[in-house]
């Protein structure tokens, strides 16, 4: 059954929104919220994870081609990082989930430095085109880096040839500093 809310755009009271519960692979039980606005055409579409893990950490040491095609699935409770790098994403109030490998993790990355290097700050160029140097070392092969995958719900969770990686929750005075996951 559909709801109908304020449009956080236009403001008129034609948004529509759509709530289903399912179970998703290596998300668990999750609700799926569909909102879609029929003035102006605003959409959002997002999944709440319904089962909380505790906290997880993922390190997955990325030295070779192949690991660029491990799969990552990614909570709205989880960052990403190339510490490496010294790219992270943290969530936000309205991160959504995503399903990816780490190879599209870069380009997002990639991404977002070219959208900085558009915003023409001079004194951050030079850093900028680094960073897309290593991104693009890293696309091809030739540089070894981490991802860390910390999630406060443990709800994220990374795969490999259809397997999940060894894991394990970690209580919160554990979380940090310890390795969950490798590929190998």
Known sequence: MAER??????ATRSLELRKSETAIPYFG??????SICSDCGYRRNDTMPLEDHGPSRHVIKVSKLDDLRIKVAR?????????????????????????TNIEEILVRFEESVNRLKKLG????????????HEISLARQGKARFTIVI????GNSSVTKEDRILRSSLVSS?????????YAR
């Open 121 to 132: 700050r001079t004194s951050k160029m030079a850093e900028c085109n680094k960073l897309l």
């Open 173 to 181: 005075k554990e979380y940090s500093g310890i390795i969950v996951a």
């Open 150 to 153: 910390e999630d406060t719900q």
């Open 75 to 99: 909570s709205g409770t989880g960052s990403i990082e190339i510490p490496e790098f010294g790219l992270r994403l943290d969530p936000r109030d309205e991160s959504q989930s995503f399903i």
């Open 5 to 10: 809310d304020s449009c956080p755009y236009c």
């Open 29 to 34: 039980r999750v609700l799926i919220l569909a």
